[in-house]
Structure formats: C-alpha cells, structure tokens
C-alpha cells in the first residue's frame, strides 16, 4: 500500500547519508511441543511494510548515488506448505509493500556486506525496542558481523515518533474498530441479564468480531460485582447478580489497529441510586478530561484534571473525607489517557509531551470502590485536532438514560 511506501520515505529522509536499515518482522515463538504462540507481528516493521509475516527483513540504505529498499523472505518450503500453508510468496510480498526487490533471506548476510563496502557505509540504524525477549536489532546485529565495524544507531524513537501521528487511513482503520467494538458490546447487551456469567457474555462479543473476521485488540476484560475493582481482570468465569454492575473493557482490532473501549452496566438494566451516583461522577471526569483535549496539552494535565474532579465529587458523595489527592487514591490508581494506534497502549506519546494533532488517546477514568462491590471505568478513543478533539467512538452507548432504555425496549 500507498501508505507504507509513504513512511518509508519519511523516514530515510531523517536518517543521516551512508546509513543502512535492518527491521526484522518477528519470529515465532516456540509455546509447548509442536505448538507455537500466535505470531504478532513486530508493529514497526509492519508500519512500514503492511506485511503480516514471520521471518520477513526490511532492508533500507541511504545513500546520496543510490537508495536501496528490499525486503527478504524466507524460500518456500514444500513439505511445510502441506502442514501449515504457504509462506508470503515473492508477488504477495511486493504487492503489499511496494517494495520492487523481494528476495530470498539466504541472499541477505551476502547482500549487506557487499553494500557496506560498495557503498562505504558508516552507520547502522536498528530498532532495538528494550524487551529482554524480542532484541530483534541486537540480534540482526549479532548475525552479521560486519555490521559491528559500523556506528549503531537508533531507529525505534524515530518510528515511534511517526506513529504518534496518525494519517487518515489509520484514523479510518480504527474507526472501523471502534465501530466493530460498538456492534459486539450491543450483542452483550441484548442477551444481558441477571444470573448471566461473565464468559457468556464475552462469547457475544468475540461472535460479533469472528463473524466480521477480525481479531481482538487485547484480552477482555468482563468483570462483574465486585471483580470489577481488580483493574485486570481477565478470569470471566463468575456468574452476575442482581443489581450488581457488570465491567467491560475490551476492543477489536482492525489491520491491527486497536479499540479500547470500557463501558460499566447494572446487569439488570437499572441503575441503582448509588450506582447512578457514581457512574455520574466518573462520567463527569470524562468529559472535563475530554473537554480540555486540544493541541499543547499533555497527558499529565489530564489525568490532574480527572483527580481535580474527583477530588471535590468524592467529597460531594461521601467517598472521602479530606478532598485530598491522597484520598482519591484510595479509588482510582491508573491514568486517563494512553495513546492508541497498532498497539493498544501506543508508542510516542509521553506523559509531558505536549499533544499534537492526530494523536489518539484513551480517555478512561474510573472509580474502584471495594467496599461497596463496585468498580466503573468509562473509557472512550478520542482523535486530537486542530483546535480540539473528536470522540471517535462516540456512537456507543454511554449515558444512563441511554442504557436504562435500551433495557426497557429489550423486555417490550
Ligand atoms: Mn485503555
């Protein structure tokens, strides 16, 4: 794609002349027996290639006489073919990459020396992500040797950086999403009620993603009662009870670009008035939080402004006694916002940098609240713009009027 080939180039014209490029897709990672984990793709190298695949090298040079863009794949294996299927064939792979040279990896250790000395290269620039299990760069590094005379340098900020910044196309990838995640969670809806398990209802959802062939962003959470105060919790094995509130944080995720959506419903359809107390003040987090979104200011004011809110409401309901910081600790301890794109908790948004516009974030207050059984976090996918913010995933269902409704059409 159009896209791909458009990344490439922004990033070659950042890098310094007489550099090479070595980006590696992943490999697979061995699970139990014969037994392999699911593949994901390594999310900077797809970024830049749209391909999909393990053991796939992304090799780019820099070089004022000629530049250089080849990807490397593995050679087709016969007996592999009939047991897992065929690996990316050479077509397939210039097709989704535009990259005209796709060769095999046997050429590869041969093909970098012969353009670090043709070419006399000076630098290498490898995306060297610190995860102890995936130094992809450090062990490309390792493997070819001559590679070690060169100057390292790093690549990974500079694409991260990139992916902060998202084009069009991927605001529509994970517009498209969010609105598969809308569909699911009205799945749940409609079969929601009291004595239901947790793991039913994310059946619904997953029904909803299988049927539109996409995968899931992250594991769902589906938290009823009082589970719903463990901010992970990912079991879904307890059955809900009447008037208890039920927790979902969950999302699809198109081409490989991310949902995160938390929505937090009485299992019967009916707010309680402490339910409905709390729900309204984490609702009005969100939207203060929301509100103040526009290009300059940083996630660390956002989530300042969540405690802020809290602060005086916790107060207000009888939460806390001292409108302390502290206290509001107490309930909510996680932040507001992350940012969203190929990965749910993005890249290339830190914590006291300024947003930009095209940055998308999460905003997601909650509250946890132990001894009264209840936990709500409200989360939405908010696109910064130019003079503000739009809420990307602002047709799913949210306010209480909203909900009660919809529960009291269902019973009609
Ligand atoms: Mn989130």
Redesign the pocket.
């Given at each position: 794609m159009i896209f791909h080939k458009k990344k490439r180039s922004e990033l070659l014209a950042q890098i310094e002349d007489k550099s090479i490029v070595l980006l590696s897709s992943g490999t697979l990672i061995k699970k139990s027996a014969d037994e392999n984990y699911p593949f994901s793709v390594n999310r900077n190298f797809y970024y830049l290639t749209g391909v999909d695949e393990a053991d796939v090298i992304l090799l780019m040079i820099k070089n004022k006489e000629q530049n250089v863009q080849e990807l490397y794949i593995k050679k087709p294996d016969l007996m592999m073919e009939k047991w897992v299927g065929k690996t990316i064939s050479k077509e397939e792979a210039k097709t989704r990459s535009m990259i005209d040279n796709v060769l095999y990896l046997d050429e590869l250790s041969h093909n970098i020396e012969e353009y670090v000395k043709n070419y006399g290269l000076k630098n290498v620039y490898i995306d060297d992500e610190s995860n102890e299990l995936f130094r992809l760069g450090q062990n490309l590094l390792k493997k070819f040797s001559v590679l070690k005379r060169l100057h390292q340098a790093d690549i990974y900020h500079m694409i991260t950086k990139m992916r902060a910044i998202k084009t069009e196309e991927e605001i529509e990838a994970i517009k498209k999403a969010i609105s598969i995640t809308d569909k699911g969670i009205n799945r749940m809806l409609d079969v929601m009620q009291t004595g239901i398990y947790e793991n039913e209802l994310e059946a619904y959802f997953d029904h909803e993603l299988k049927d539109q062939n996409v995968k899931r962003a992250f594991t769902t959470i589906a938290a009823g009662g009082n589970r719903a105060t463990v901010l992970h919790y990912i079991d879904n094995d307890q059955v809900i009870n009447d008037n208890e509130m039920v927790l979902f944080?969950l999302g699809a995720a198109y081409k490989h670009y991310c949902a995160?959506i938390?929505r937090t419903f009485p299992i019967n359809g009916v707010f309680t008035p402490r339910q409905k107390e709390i729900y309204e003040v984490v609702l009005l987090a969100q939207k203060n939080v929301i509100a103040a979104i526009k290009p300059g200011v940083t996630l660390a004011q956002l989530q300042d402004i969540t405690v802020e809110t809290y602060r005086k409401e916790l107060k207000r309901i009888g939460l806390i006694e001292a409108d302390s910081i502290e206290s509001v600790r107490k309930y909510y301890y996680h932040g507001v916002s992350?940012s969203l794109g190929l990965d749910?908790?993005d890249v290339g948004i830190d914590r006291d940098e300024p947003l930009r516009s095209g940055n998308i974030i999460?905003v997601?207050p909650g509250l946890y609240i132990e001894e009264e059984q209840i936990g709500i976090r409200i989360?939405d996918d908010v696109l910064v713009t130019d003079d503000g913010a739009t809420v990307l995933s602002d047709m799913i269902i949210k306010e209480i009027i909203d909900i009660e409704n919809y529960f009291r059409k269902k019973k009609v």
């Open positions: 944080d995160d938390s992350h749910t908790h999460t997601e989360e």
